[in-house]
């Protein structure tokens, strides 16, 4: 095989090899990506006591028609803000949906008040 035929068939085979990989990788990952989310949604909904069409029209997961999605989707940023300003996990608790709702979808959010002081 003269140098030219044997680097053309050095290419070829790597192509060959690394293709059918690439190809076999991108559903997989699409799938995980997937599964990643399902679980997200799963801890939200657990951490707020609700299913999953309290937010969503079960026909259409990316629609914002309903306004807990709306209010959802601004709390998730909140909950992010939170995480980003350190109370990421490593010395604070890590900020989440349960910090604040407790598995409600209306959290206690006022102090209640004493039945001592009437
Ligand atoms: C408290 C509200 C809420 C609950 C409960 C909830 N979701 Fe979501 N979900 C959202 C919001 C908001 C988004 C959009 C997030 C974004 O755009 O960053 C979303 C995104 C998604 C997506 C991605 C849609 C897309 O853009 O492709 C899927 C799929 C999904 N949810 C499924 C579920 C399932 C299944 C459940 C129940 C186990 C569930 N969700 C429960 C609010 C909710
Ligand atoms: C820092 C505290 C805090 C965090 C963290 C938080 N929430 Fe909230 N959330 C509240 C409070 C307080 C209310 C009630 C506001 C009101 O009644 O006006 C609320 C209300 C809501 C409502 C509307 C409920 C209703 O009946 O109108 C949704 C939906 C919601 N939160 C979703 C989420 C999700 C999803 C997460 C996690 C990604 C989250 N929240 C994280 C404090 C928080």
């Not at 095989?1 to 680097?7: D, K």
């Not at 951490?47 to 709390?75: I, P, R, Y």
């Not at 608790?93 to 959010?109: S, V």
């Amino acid at each position: 095989m003269s140098r030219m035929n044997l680097r053309i068939s050095l290419i070829l085979s790597l192509v060959l090899i690394a293709l059918p990989r690439a190809f076999a990788q991108t559903p997989a990952q699409i799938k995980s990506n997937e599964e990643q989310i399902r679980q997200v949604m799963i801890t939200m909904s657990r951490q707020l006591g609700v299913t999953c069409n309290t937010c969503h029209l079960t026909e259409n997961f990316k629609s914002d028609k309903k306004e807990m999605f709306k209010v959802a989707k601004e709390h998730m940023r909140l909950t992010q803000l939170l995480i980003d300003s350190g109370m990421d996990g490593k010395k604070t608790p890590k900020a989440d949906c349960y910090l604040c709702h407790r598995g409600k979808l209306q959290p206690d959010y006022k102090e209640k008040i004493s039945p001592l002081i009437k």
